[in-house]
């Protein structure tokens, strides 16, 4: 595709329950990165993969979150047991390289936990 | 480990006023500078970049930022300002060097307001 496609765009879920948010880089970059942008705040880092592996994935906060990119392309971000804490904006970003020189992001998907 | 603040989360102006958003960072490296800009329910979009050479950066939409080494600053400006200007903006730096320059480091935004 043109951009880098988020689905969904919106996610309402309860409480403990499980969700998985999709990524879709840009065609032909290895680099992906998941961000976490909370209300009134800016953008925070999850997680870097080069190619199919998790490069760096320090800002994942805790074990409930995990993500994949088994073919080196589409990501998704799994987040178990969700907490209202949990409630974000969640964007994706892709380059051709490892560099935030070269980043583009998605627009993310609107997380609510209720 | 870097960081980087926004002084104003909020600027409102009048259309066609000039408009600077400030931004300073710290950091023990070198380091790339972004301004990014997020329009409602929308993702970012980058404005424009400092990696090296001049000092004044110019972007898209008529924005230009200078990168100020001695008091750590990357300020944004605008000479006039329009009513689509409204919107979310991001100052963020990443390591230029080394192993972690995939990561940007974001500041809390400045709401930027254009009224009529």
């Keep these: 595709g043109a951009g880098v496609s988020q689905t969904p765009s919106n996610k309402v879920t309860e409480k403990g329950k499980y969700v998985e948010l999709r990524c879709d880089p840009i065609s032909g970059h290895t680099a992906l990165y998941w961000y976490r942008q909370s209300l009134g705040q800016g953008p925070e880092f999850l997680i870097y993969f080069q190619g199919t592996g998790a490069a760096d994935d320090s800002g994942l906060p805790n074990d409930r979150f995990f993500a994949v990119r088994p073919e080196g392309s589409v990501s998704t971000l799994k987040i178990q047991r969700t907490e209202r804490g949990d409630s974000a904006v969640y964007l994706c970003a892709s380059s051709s390289t490892g560099s935030s020189t070269e980043a583009f992001f998605g627009q993310g998907t609107r997380l609510t936990v209720v | ?116």
């Design chain 2, 1 to 116: 480990a870097q960081s980087v603040t926004q002084l104003d989360s909020q600027v409102p102006v009048f259309e066609e006023a000039p408009v600077e958003l400030r931004c300073n960072y710290s950091s023990s490296v070198s380091v790339y500078l972004f301004w990014y800009v997020q329009y409602p329910n929308q993702g970012l979009q980058l404005l424009l970049k400092y990696l090296s050479g001049s000092t004044l950066v110019k972007g898209i939409n008529g924005f230009e930022a200078e990168f100020n080494k001695s008091q750590t600053s990357f300020h944004l400006r605008k000479p006039s300002v329009h009513i689509s200007d409204t919107a979310e903006y991001f100052c963020a730096v990443s390591q230029n060097s080394g192993g972690s320059n995939y990561k940007l480091t974001f500041g809390k935004g400045t709401l930027l307001t254009v009224n009529p």
